[in-house]
C-alpha cells in the first residue's frame, strides 16, 4: 500500500510542474520493448485486483509514464490511458457494490484507489489538453488551419511518433466514468467537506478544460459528456459557487465559450431542474457595468452572446430576470445594448407561442414599445441589429398586425439613416415585411387600387345595413337562424328583398341597432372593413418608401444599390404600381463605372431583375404566349420614357443581347420575341401610335448590338416608317431612321486603333429617296425638326456622297420658298426678306424699295434654316470621317508595302494631297475655316448673312420659330469658323442675355460649350456670360448651363476664374436634378489638385455678396468644407480669421464664423492659428451666434478621442480670451442699453426743434432698429390715438421721425458721459497737467479754460489728447459699425494730426491704419458760454475719438465726472442746429 499519497499535495505539485516520484523508472530513450514489458506487468497488477493501484511501485510506474506522455508513441499512449480507464472502471464497480452492502469497513477501503485514479485521469488529461491547446494557438498565429490538408497529414506523422492525438474517444470515456462514479455515494466515503470537494476537483477542473479548446466544443458528443459531469458537480455536490465562478471567468478570458456556457445552464434547468446557478449568473451579469471607455469589446461581446444564446435556449429563465438585465439599455456598452435587444426578439417570438393571456400581451406590447425606442439609440450598430430583428419577428406565425403598422414607419425612417449598415438592414427588412404581410385574402398582392376598391365596397355594404331596412332585416334574419357566413364573399342571404324596401331610407331604433351590431354578419363586414383599412395603410407606407428607395440606387454603397433594386423586384412582384418609377431609375445603373467586381455585381443583378420582371417566361403559359407576353412588356417600357431612359434602356438591352451572343448566357432575348417585334411594327390594322413606336424603337436598341435585326427588314421599315404610316406619325417616322442608323454598325474607338470601314450604299438607294422625300413632307408639325436631323444624321451615316443629296435638298427647298412672289397680308405668318445689309447689326430694310423686298413663310425658312444649320455641322462630322479613312487607308498601304505589296488607291491619294498626314490634315482645316463659310463656290456661305440678318433683327422677324431655328443655325455654323464665330460671337451673347425664350438659351448655352472645345480662346475670354445663366429664372436653362461648365471645368477646358460662388448656390437650388448635378460637380472637383480649396476664398466672398439666406449659406459650406482635406484645414483658419477685419456687417461675421466651427481643430497648431488671428475677430464676439460657434470650436477640441495633453493649454487660452472678450462686448451692449433708457427721463432741452436739427447724428455701432424701444412704440401710438382722425399721415411720420432721432441723440449723450470711468492713472496724470492759474491757451499756445475753470496748458492738452485717442480706440473696438474718417482743414493742425495718427498706431490692433485715418472733429457751437463759443468758432475742434465723423459721436472732452459730461453732451447736441453755419464761417 502507498503509505504517503497526500491527494492535496499531489494536486499541487501537478500544478507547480514539480512532481517527484520515487520510484520512477526512466522512460525517454528507454527501448520500446521494455516499456512495452512494464505496461504489461502493470496490467497483470490491476487485472488481480483494480484497488492493487495502491502499490507504490505500480503507482509509481504509471505515473513515471504519465510524467512523460508526450514523449510517447501513440500505441504506448493508448495503452497508458486503456490501464488507467479500465482500472477505474473495475475499482468503480467494486466501490458501487460495497456502498450497496452498506458495509464502512469495506467501502472505506476504495477511498484511496478511488482518488489516484482520479488523480492519474486528472493528470493525462491535463497534459493533452495543455498540449493540444498549445498547438492551437500556434497555428492559429501562424495562420494555417489546424484541419488543413497539410496540417492534418503533418499532425497524423506527429501522432504516430508521440502521444499527442486528440484522443476524443478516451475523453469521452473518462468523462462517462467521472459521471459514473459522481454518482457514487460519495458522502458516505468522504465525510469531511473539504476532502471531498478536493476529490469532486479531480472530475469538474478536467471538464472545464477540456471546454477551454474550442476544438472540442465543435465535438458534440464529447461536450454533452463535459455537461452531464459538471451538472452532477453543481446539483449533487455542492458546486454551485465554483461554478458561478468559473462560469463568469471562462466568458471573460475565452471567446468561444458563451455559447457553452450558456447550453450548460440550459442542461441543468431541463435535465436536473436547478435554475438557481442561472439565476444567480444573469442577476451577476446585470449588476456588471461594460464602460464604453474601455477598449477591449471583447468582454461585452462575450457576455452579449452568452445572453443571446440562453435566450435562445431557456427564454422563460431570461424573462424572469428581465427586469435587471433591461438596464443594460442605458448603459455606454453598445454591444450589450445589441444583445438586449436580440433578448427581446426571442422574447417576443417565446411569448408568441404560449397561451395569449392578458399579462402575456401586456408583456408584448412593453417588448415592442422598448424596441420602437431604440430605433433612435445614438449607435449605428444598435440600430443595425433592432432592424435584423425587426425582420426576425416578421417571419413569426403571429402576424402583431396593429404592432407591424408602427415598426414599418419605423423601418422606412431608417432608410434615410446616415449609417450604410443601418440603410442597408432597413431596405433587407422591408422587403421581408412585404414578403410577409398579412393581407393575403385576395391573393396577397399590394395594387392600392383593388383593395381601396374592395373597401368601399365593405363600406357602403355596412351603411345599406345601417340605413336600408330589407338589408337590415336580412342581417337580422341571419343572425336569427344562426346561418350567417364569415366567407369573405359570401353571398348576402338577404339579397332576395324587395328592391322598393331598398330605395327607402330608415335608421333603426337603439335596440334594433344593438341587435344588428351583434349580429355575425355585421361584425364580419366590421372586421373585413378594418383589415381593407389596414392594408390600404400597409400600401402606403410602400408608396411612402420608393422616392427614398429610388434616391438609394444612386448611393455610391454598392451593396446598398443591390438591396435597393431587390426591394422595386419584390414590390413589383406584389404589384404595387409605384414600383414602375424605381425600376424606370434602375435602368441608369447600367452606366456604373468599373471599380472591381462591386460594379459588375451591380449591372449583373440589373440585367437579372429586368429579366425576372420583363423578359422571363410563365411556366403556366404556352411558348407562344410567353412570346407575346415578353413583345408586350418591351414594349410597355417605352411608355412615358424620356430620353435619358430610353438611352440607358438601349445600352441595356444591347449588352444583354451582346452577352447572349458572346457568353451563350441564359439571360436572352429569343428570335421569336424579334420576330413578333416585327409583327407588332408592320401590323396591317390601325393599332395605337404609341404600340407601333415603341416596337421600332425596342428593335432599334436591340440592333445596337445585333445590326442584322434591321439590316434584313429593310423594305418594311421604308415601306412603314418612311412611308404613309410615317407620315402620319412623324415620333415613327423618326424612331425608324434611328432604326436604320444601326446598318452602319457601332463604332467602337480605341486609343491607339485606326477605326474600322463602315458600310457605306451608294446615293441612288431607296432609302435615300425616302429620306428626301420624308424631309421635303409638307407640314406645319415642330416633331418635322427631330425628324429632320434624324433622317440628315441617316443620309451622312450610310451615304457614300452625302453632300451632294443634302446640297440638292437645299436647293430644292430655296427654289420653293424663294419663288414665291405673292405678298402676303398676314405679317404673323409671313416675314420680309431683304438681300443687302450694311452691317450685321444695321437693319436696312425699313430704307428699301418695297419692289426689292419678297414676302415668304417664316414657317418654311424655318425649316431651310434648320436644314442648313444641321448640314454644316454634320458636314464638319463627315470631313473628320474622310480623314480618319484617309489614316486608315494609309496605315494600311503601310503595312502592305512593308510585304511588299502596293496599292493603286493610295498612290492616287498621295498624288493628290501629298504623301504625308500633316499635308492632308491642314487641307482639311483650310476647307474648314475658310471654304465652307467664305467660298464662292460654297452653298452654305449664302445663308451666313441671312442667318445672322434674322437673329440680329428679332423685332423685324419676331416668329418665336424661325428665331429658335436662326439661333440654332447659328450656332452651328459658329462651330465650323473661329473667323466667323469671332465675327458673331457678341452678337450671339445679346441674344443669350435678351431672348425671352429658354429653348434659345438652352442651344446658345450648349452650342457654347462645343465652341469652348473648338475654340478655347474665344470662349474663355468671354466666360462669364455663362455663369451668368446660372441664375437664368428657367430651371431648364439652368440645368444646362451647369452641365456645360461642369463639363468644361472637369476636362480642363476652361479655368475657373473665381466664378465658382454661383455653382455653389446651385447647391441648394429648389429642383433636386441642379442641385444633384452641383453636388456631382464639387465632388469630381476634389480630385483635382485642391480645386475647391484653391477657390473657397473666392467662394466665400461671392456667396457674402450674393443675395442667400444664412441656412441655405450654411448647407453649401457644410457640404463644401467636407471636400476639404485636413492638410489644408490649418491655412484655411488662418484665412478665415483675416477676413474677419475686412467685413463690416454682422451677417458676415456670423457667416466666417460658422465657417471655422465647420474646420476639424485635431491639432494644437490650429488653435494655435486661431490664436493668432483673435485681434482680427476680438471685438466681434459680443454678437451671440460668432460667440456660439467659436465654443463650438473649444467643445469640438475637448471632445477629441484620444485626448492630447499639448492641447488642452492652447484650448484653455482661446476659451479665457474669448470669454474675456465677450464680456466687455456685453458690458458695452448693456451700457448703449443704458443709455437709451436712462436719457429718455431727462429733459428735452430745445425740443422737438432741437430734435429735427439732429436728423443726420448716429451712435455709433447702434442699429437704427434698436434705437425705438418698446415704450417708444407705445408713445407713437398713444400719441395717435390722442390726435384721432385728424392725425395728419405726415405729422405721424415727423413724429415718428423725431422720436428716431431723440433716441439716437440720447444714447450718444450717454456714451459720452460714460467715458468718465476711465482708470485713474489717466486722471491723476491729467490732475498733475492742471495750472493754478486760470485762462485759456488759443490754438497759438494762449490759455484757455475747461469746464471745470482749471487751466490746462497747449502741450498739456495734446495729453489729454492722447488720451482721448485710447479711449476712442477701445470704443471703437466695441462697436458694430465703422467708422469715417475726414482729415484736417487747417495747416496748423496738421503736426499734431501726424503726431496723434502716431500715437494712435500705438494703441491700434489694425497695422493697416494709414493717414486716412487721421481726422478733426466737426465744429460744435455752444450756447451758454460764449466764450468756449468764439474760440470754437476761432479754429478747429481738437479729434475726439479715433476715426469720429461729423455725423457721429464715439468720444468725450476731459471732464471730471458723469455729471460734467453729460453737462457738455447736452450743450454739444443743443449747438447743432447751428453747426452748418459755423462750419461754412470756418
Known amino acids: 500500500m502507498s503509505a504517503n499519497f497526500e491527494l492535496d499535495e499531489e494536486l499541487n505539485n501537478v500544478q507547480q510542474d514539480s512532481v517527484h516520484i520515487s520510484q520512477e523508472i526512466s522512460i525517454e530513450g528507454e527501448n520500446q520493448k521494455t516499456l512495452e514489458r512494464i505496461l504489461n506487468e502493470i496490467v497483470d497488477t490491476l487485472q488481480e485486483a483494480s484497488g492493487n493501484i495502491t502499490d507504490s511501485t505500480t503507482f509509481d510506474q504509471i505515473r513515471s509514464f504519465i510524467k512523460h506522455f508526450n514523449t510517447l508513441k501513440k500505441t504506448t499512449a493508448t495503452k497508458v490511458w486503456d490501464i488507467i480507464l479500465s ?135 464529447l461536450k454533452q459528456r463535459v455537461y452531464n459531469v459538471l451538472c452532477i458537480c453543481i446539483k449533487r455536490h455542492n458546486h454551485e459557487f465554483g461554478a458561478k465562478t468559473t462560469i463568469l471567468q471562462n466568458l471573460q478570458y475565452w471567446e468561444h465559450t458563451p455559447e457553452p456556457m450558456a447550453e450548460l445552464l440550459v442542461m441543468l434547468i431541463n435535465d436536473y431542474d436547478y435554475s438557481q446557478l442561472a ?94 425606442e431604440r430605433f433612435m439609440d445614438n449607435n449605428s450598430y444598435v440600430r443595425t441589429k433592432l432592424l435584423q430583428i425587426a425582420g426576425q419577428l416578421c417571419d413569426l406565425r403571429v402576424k402583431f398586425p396593429k404592432r407591424r403598422q408602427r415598426l414599418t414607419e419605423l423601418v422606412i425612417g431608417r432608410l434615410s439613416d446616415k449609417s450604410f449598415w443601418s440603410r442597408k438592414q432597413a431596405i433587407k427588412t422591408l422587403v421581408r415585411m412585404i414578403e410577409t404581410h398579412p393581407y393575403s385574402m385576395h391573393g396577397g398582392e399590394l395594387d392600392l387600387e383593388e383593395w381601396e376598391i374592395q373597401y368601399t365596397e365593405v363600406t357602403d355594404e355596412l351603411k345599406a345595413m345601417i340605413t336600408k331596412p330589407s338589408k337590415r332585416r336580412a342581417a337580422l334574419r341571419s343572425a336569427d337562424e344562426n346561418a350567417g357566413s364569415m366567407e369573405v364573399d359570401g353571398v348576402d342571404p338577404g339579397a332576395e328583398a324587395d328592391d322598393d324596401d331598398d330605395k327607402d331610407i330608415a335608421l333603426p331604433t337603439d335596440e334594433e341597432l344593438l341587435e344588428l351590431q351583434s349580429s355575425k354578419e355585421y361584425v364580419t363586414k366590421t372586421l373585413q372593413q378594418r383589415y381593407y383599412a389596414d392594408a390600404i395603410r400597409f400600401i402606403h407606407l410602400i408608396h411612402r418608401a420608393v422616392p427614398v428607395m429610388c434616391e438609394l440606387l444612386a448611393s455610391t454603397m454598392k451593396l446598398e444599390v443591390v438591396e435597393a433594386m431587390e426591394f422595386f423586384v419584390t414590390i413589383h412582384r406584389y404589384k404595387v404600381r409605384a414600383a414602375n418609377d424605381g425600376i424606370r431609375k434602375m435602368v441608369h445603373l447600367v452606366w456604373m463605372k468599373d471599380s472591381g467586381d462591386e460594379a459588375k455585381s451591380v449591372r449583373s443583378r440589373l440585367m437579372e431583375c429586368y429579366w425576372q420582371i420583363y423578359l422571363a417566361p410563365d411556366d403556366s403559359l404556352t411558348e407562344k404566349e410567353n412570346t407575346a407576353l415578353i413583345a408586350r412588356n418591351l414594349v410597355s417600357l417605352t411608355y412615358g420614357s424620356t430620353l435619358a431612359e430610353l438611352t440607358s434602356l438601349e445600352q441595356l438591352l444591347s449588352t444583354i443581347v451582346a452577352d447572349s451572343i458572346a457568353h451563350a448566357s441564359d439571360i436572352t432575348i429569343s428570335d421569336e420575341v424579334v420576330e413578333k417585334l416585327w409583327q407588332v411594327y408592320s401590323h396591317h390594322k390601325d393599332i395605337p401610335n404609341p404600340q407601333r413606336r415603341g416596337a421600332i424603337i425596342i428593335l432599334g436598341m436591340l440592333a445596337k448590338a445585333k445590326p442584322d435585326i434591321v439590316a434584313q427588314k429593310i423594305e418594311t421599315i421604308l415601306k412603314i416608317g418612311l412611308g404613309k404610316h410615317g407620315k402620319a406619325d412623324l415620333a415613327l417616322a423618326r424612331y425608324s431612321c434611328i432604326a436604320l442608323q444601326r446598318i452602319a454598325g457601332e463604332k467602337k474607338k480605341q486609343k491607339g486603333v485606326i477605326g474600322q470601314d463602315t458600310v457605306r450604299l451608294p446615293m441612288d438607294h431607296p432609302i435615300f429617296i425616302k429620306l428626301s422625300n420624308l424631309i421635303d413632307y409638307p407640314t406645319t408639325s415642330k416633331n418635322w425638326f427631330a425628324v429632320s436631323e434624324q433622317a440628315l444624321n441617316t443620309i451622312y451615316l450610310l451615304g457614300e456622297h452625302p453632300d451632294i443629296l443634302c446640297g440638292d435638298i437645299i436647293k430644292k427647298r430655296c427654289k420653293a420658298i424663294f419663288s414665291l412672289q405673292d405678298p402676303g397680308d398676314s405679317p404673323l405668318d409671313h416675314m420680309s426678306i431683304d438681300a443687302p445689309m450694311n452691317s450685321l447689326g444695321e437693319d436696312t430694310t425699313m430704307n428699301m424699295n418695297t419692289e426689292t423686298a419678297f414676302v415668304i413663310d417664316s414657317w418654311q425658312l424655318s425649316q431651310l434654316l434648320f436644314i442648313v444649320g444641321h448640314v454644316a455641322i454634320k458636314h464638319i462630322v463627315h470631313m473628320e470621317v474622310i480623314e480618319e479613312e484617309f489614316k486608315r487607308r494609309k496605315a494600311a498601304a503601310g503595312n502592305d508595302k512593308k510585304k511588299g505589296k502596293d496599292s493603286a488607291v493610295d498612290d492616287e491619294l498621295d498624288q493628290v494631297v501629298g504623301t504625308t498626314e500633316d499635308e492632308f490634315g491642314d487641307a482639311m482645316a483650310h476647307i474648314r475655316e475658310r471654304e465652307l463659310l467664305f467660298g464662292e463656290s460654297s452653298l452654305l456661305q449664302v445663308f451666313g448673312p441671312l442667318i445672322v440678318t434674322i437673329c440680329g433683327n428679332n423685332t423685324l422677324y419676331a416668329d418665336k420659330t424661325l428665331q429658335s ?36 438659351r438652352s442651344n446658345i448655352i450648349i452650342a457654347l460649350g462645343d465652341m469652348a472645345v473648338c475654340f478655347n ?143 476639424p481643430f485635431k491639432t494644437e497648431k490650429s488653435f494655435k492659428r486661431l490664436l493668432e488671428g483673435f485681434p482680427n475677430y476680438q471685438d466681434k464676439v459680443h454678437e451671440e451666434q460668432v460667440f456660439k460657434y467659436l465654443t463650438d470650436i473649444i467643445a469640438k477640441g475637448r471632445a477629441i478621442k484620444p485626448p492630447k495633453p499639448e492641447m488642452k493649454p492652447v484650448i484653455d487660452e482661446f476659451e479665457a480670451k474669448l470669454k474675456e472678450a465677450k464680456a466687455k462686448g456685453d458690458e458695452v451692449q448693456e451700457t448703449e442699453a443704458k443709455a437709451i433708457t436712462a436719457v429718455k427721463k431727462g429733459t428735452r432741452k430745445g425740443g422737438r426743434k432741437a430734435g429735427s436739427t439732429l436728423a443726420g447724428l448716429k451712435v455709433k455701432g447702434v442699429p437704427e432698429a434698436s434705437m425705438a424701444p418698446a415704450s417708444d412704440k407705445r408713445t407713437r401710438q398713444s400719441r395717435r390715438d390722442t390726435r384721432g382722425e385728424g392725425y395728419d399721415e405726415d405729422e405721424m411720420e415727423e413724429d415718428e421721425a423725431f422720436d428716431d432721432k431723440e433716441a439716437e441723440v440720447e444714447e450718444g449723450m450717454e456714451k459720452l458721459a460714460v467715458q468718465d470711468t476711465e482708470p485713474k492713472v489717466r486722471s491723476s496724470r491729467r490732475q498733475q497737467q492742471v495750472k493754478p492759474k486760470q485762462g485759456r491757451l488759443d490754438a497759438d499756445g494762449d490759455a484757455h479754460m475747461d469746464d471745470n475753470n482749471a487751466v490746462v496748458s497747449g502741450a498739456d492738452e495734446e495729453g489729454l489728447e492722447e488720451e482721448r485717442v485710447e479711449v476712442s480706440i477701445k470704443q471703437s473696438k466695441r462697436t458694430l459699425a465703422p467708422t469715417a474718417v475726414s482729415k484736417a482743414s487747417t495747416a496748423k493742425s496738421k503736426p499734431a494730426s501726424r503726431k496723434k495718427s502716431s500715437k494712435k498706431k500705438k494703441w491700434s490692433d489694425n497695422e493697416d491704419d494709414t493717414e486716412e485715418e487721421e481726422a478733426e472733429e466737426p465744429e460744435y457751437v455752444e450756447e451758454d458760454e460764449e466764450e468756449e463759443k468764439e474760440a470754437l468758432m476761432r479754429k478747429p475742434a481738437k479729434k475726439t475719438s479715433r476715426g469720429a465723423s461729423s455725423k457721429e459721436v464715439a468720444a468725450v472732452p476731459p471732464t471730471r465726472s458723469k455729471r460734467a459730461a453729460a453737462s457738455r453732451a447736452r450743450r454739444i447736441i443743443e449747438s447743432d442746429e447751428d453747426g452748418d453755419s459755423g462750419e461754412d464761417d470756418g
Open 87 to 221: 482500472g477505474f472502471n473495475s475499482e468503480i464497480v467494486s466501490t458501487a457494490q460495497d456502498l450497496d452492502i452498506n458495509d464502512q469497513d469495506m467501502y472505506m477501503q476504495h477511498r484511496e484507489p478511488l482518488e489516484m485514479y482520479g488523480f492519474l485521469m486528472f493528470w493525462v488529461i491535463g497534459i493533452t489538453e495543455q498540449k493540444a491547446t498549445s498547438r492551437a494557438a500556434a497555428a492559429e498565429k501562424s495562420g494555417k488551419a489546424t484541419r488543413g490538408k497539410g496540417a492534418r497529414s503533418a499532425k497524423d506523422n506527429d501522432d504516430s511518433e508521440q502521444g499527442t492525438s486528440t484522443w476524443t474517444t478516451e475523453k469521452q470515456k473518462a468523462m462517462d466514468l467521472m459521471s459514473k462514479c459522481l454518482e457514487l455515494q460519495l458522502s458516505k466515503i468522504w465525510t469531511a467537506t473539504h476532502e471531498k470537494e478536493t476529490f469532486i476537483s479531480l472530475f469538474f477542473k478536467p471538464a472545464y478544460q477540456i471546454l477551454e479548446n474550442k476544438e472540442n466544443v465543435k465535438i458534440s458528443a
Open 1017 to 1159: 480662346n474665344l470662349i474663355d475670354a468671354n466666360i462669364a456670360y455663362l455663369y451668368k445663366r446660372l441664375s437664368d429664372s428657367d430651371a431648364a436653362v439652368k440645368k444646362n448651363t451647369l452641365m456645360v461648365l461642369t463639363h468644361l471645368i472637369l476636362n480642363g477646358m476652361v479655368k475657373v476664374k473665381g466664378q465658382l460662388g454661383e455653382m455653389a448656390i446651385c447647391l441648394v437650388d429648389e429642383d433636386a436634378r441642379i442641385s444633384d448635378l452641383a453636388r456631382l460637380f464639387f465632388t469630381e472637383l476634389t480630385s483635382k489638385d485642391n480645386a475647391v480649396y484653391n477657390n473657397m476664398p473666392d467662394i466665400i466672398s461671392h456667396m457674402s455678396n450674393a443675395s442667400i439666406d444664412e441656412e441655405s449659406y450654411r448647407k453649401i459650406m457644410r457640404f463644401l468644407f467636407e471636400l476639404i482635406k485636413e492638410k489644408n484645414m490649418e491655412s484655411m483658419t488662418e484665412k478665415l480669421c483675416q477676413r474677419f477685419k475686412n467685413t463690416d456687417e454682422p451677417r458676415g461675421w456670423r457667416d466666417i464664423a460658422f465657417c471655422l466651427s465647420m474646420l
Open 965 to 1000: 431655328s436662326a439661333a440654332l443655325a447659328l450656332c452651328k455654323l459658329m462651330c465650323i469658323s473661329a473667323e466667323f464665330c469671332e465675327h458673331n460671337l457678341q452678337l450671339l451673347f445679346t441674344i443669350l442675355e435678351k431672348s425671352t425664350e429658354p429653348t434659345i
Open 279 to 372: 439565476d444567480s449568473i444573469l442577476r451577476e451579469v446585470s449588476a456588471k457595468e461594460f464602460g464604453e471607455t474601455n477598449k477591449d469589446v471583447s468582454v461585452p461581446r462575450a457576455f452579449s452572446k452568452f445572453l443571446v444564446k440562453l435566450s435562445e435556449l431557456a427564454p422563460k429563465l431570461v424573462l424572469k430576470q428581465m427586469g435587471l438585465l433591461i438596464d443594460h439599455l442605458d448603459g455606454e456598452s453598445y454591444i450589450m445594448r445589441q444583445a438586449i435587444v436580440e433578448v427581446i426578439g426571442n422574447l417576443i417570438a417565446y411569448l408568441s407561442e404560449i397561451e395569449q393571456t392578458e399579462q402575456v400581451k401586456n408583456q408584448i406590447d412593453g417588448f415592442f414599445d422598448i424596441l420602437e
